[in-house]
């Protein structure tokens, strides 16, 4: 089946370490993103990738870092750096960056203690 | 800034209603929007979409209008049913290359 995988579905961490959440799809989907979802609240961006070795700052990019080595995986990395990291992390793929429909995984609830 | 937004954080409905989610949307050069429903603790699923060329499109029970004139969007379901519960997003086509997210309104459907 075709779609979009993210894992872990928890992950739990300690204040201060760094943590890579993964995100894999095989809709051979060229643009890929990260997005961040705080309680009753709606996504923000974190880092979007057009294409292979290239990506862009979403709106939050500080404390987080990405790579794209591959077509269909995007993992996200949240870093010390980030002040406030407990979330729910949506990665997300289109065809097309932003003119076209982009299909989710299920999202990764972070929760730092 | 460029921002897209909902009016009403919460829709509470009754089953068998109509339901009108709005959306108000601020860059005038975006050309393409979607609506998606999530469901608590889930990834936002597609609904509907619709292109700046158009005002109108309809789906399975669902209507979406574009006034690009006020730069309002709204979403229609009818006949709306408990599985309609949900938080839903409208998102806007941002300089082609990604699509910004709304607030989120939750629809409550009551029987």
């Known amino acids: 089946d075709g779609g979009i995988t993210q894992s872990p579905k928890y992950l739990f961490r300690k204040e201060g370490q760094n943590v890579t959440l993964s995100c894999e799809q095989n809709?051979?989907?060229?643009?890929m993103y990260w997005y961040r979802q705080d309680p009753g609240q709606g996504l923000r961006l974190i880092y979007y990738?057009?294409?292979?070795?290239?990506?862009q700052k979403g709106d939050i990019a500080e404390g987080y870092s990405v790579s794209r080595e591959k077509k269909e995986s995007f993992p996200l990395t949240v870093t010390s750096a980030q002040k406030n990291p407990t979330a729910f992390y949506l990665c997300?793929?289109?065809?097309?960056?932003?003119?076209?429909?982009?299909?989710f995984g299920q999202g990764t609830r972070l929760t730092v203690v | 800034g460029e921002s897209v937004g909902l009016h009403l954080p919460t829709l509470s409905v009754q089953e068998g209603d109509n339901s009108i989610i709005n959306c108000a949307y601020s860059?005038?050069?975006?050309?393409?929007f979607i609506w998606y429903k999530q469901e608590s603790g889930k990834g936002p699923q597609f609904i509907i979409d619709?292109?700046?060329?158009?005002d109108k499109r309809q789906g399975q029970r669902v209507t979406v209008l574009l006034n690009k004139t006020v730069k309002h969007l709204s979403l229609q379901i009818a006949a709306t049913q408990p599985g309609d519960s949900a938080v839903y997003f409208c998102?806007?086509?941002?300089?082609?290359?990604?699509?910004?997210f709304g607030t989120g309104t939750r629809l409550q459907v009551f029987p």
């Open positions: 998102a806007e086509n941002v300089n082609t290359d990604k699509l910004i």
């Open positions: 997300a793929s289109s065809i097309q960056g932003g003119i076209t429909e982009a299909f």
């Open positions: 619709i292109r700046s060329n158009m």
């Open positions: 860059n005038s050069a975006s050309d393409y």
């Open positions: 809709l051979n989907h060229d643009a």
């Open positions: 990738s057009q294409i292979v070795n290239d990506f």
